[in-house]
């Protein structure tokens, strides 16, 4: 069976001409790109982390000695820290409640103690952020975030319970990320 095969010199020629086309197609993009977290907006508005810090932060509703209530503190800590990167809010905009629950799940147990081997920690999150000009919810939406942690031998209490606080902490941090990208594409995006 027969069939025609491009001369080296054409396919190459080929090659040259599809990489032109799609070095063309990239720079007639390039402009369009604005990154998230800019310090300038392309359209001359408020860039989005001028917006964030823009956002007050209500405290979670928690009860006092509790440990939701150290991690009702972790997350508004971690999410203050992500709208202001550190630098401190200005005048506020927006106002974020949240409320949260935690739950915790274990998923293997040894079989002779009838002790967990392994555990699930979670919390689930509800946030609105309003308006402060109008008084009104502009976002409303749900979060989650479980995290699994191990329990090093059932005889090492503080190594379960330093896993527990880890897994607080990084649920805690899961929640907060979550959160700041909700906020940003609302402010990026207008919905």
Not at 58 to 78: F, K, L, Q
Not at 120 to 148: C, D, H, W
Not at 158 to 184: Q, T
Request: with cysteine; aromatic share 6%; net charge positive.
């Amino acid at each position: 069976m027969w069939w025609h095969r491009p001369s080296t010199v054409t396919a190459r020629a080929m090659r040259a001409a599809r990489f032109a086309l799609a070095l063309g197609i990239a720079g007639l993009t390039a402009g369009c790109f604005q990154p998230l977290y800019g310090d300038r907006s392309l359209s001359g508005g408020p860039a989005v982390g001028q917006a964030l810090r823009g956002v007050d932060v209500m405290p979670i509703a928690a009860p006092n000695g509790t440990p939701e209530a150290r991690i009702a503190v972790e997350i508004r800590n971690s999410i203050l820290f992500d709208l202001t990167g550190g630098a401190g809010s200005t005048s506020p905009t927006h106002r974020l409640q949240i409320q949260m629950a935690s739950t915790r799940t274990q998923v293997i147990v040894d079989v002779t103690t009838a002790r967990p081997d392994i555990e699930n920690y979670g919390i689930n999150a509800t946030f609105t952020l309003v308006e402060l000009a109008t008084g009104k919810p502009v976002i409303t939406g749900q979060t989650f975030a479980r995290v699994s942690f191990d329990i090093p031998g059932q005889e090492q209490r503080f190594a379960r319970a330093r896993g527990l606080r880890d897994a607080e902490n990084r649920a805690a941090k899961v929640i907060a990320e979550n959160i700041r990208s909700r906020l940003a594409s609302f402010f990026i995006a207008g919905a």
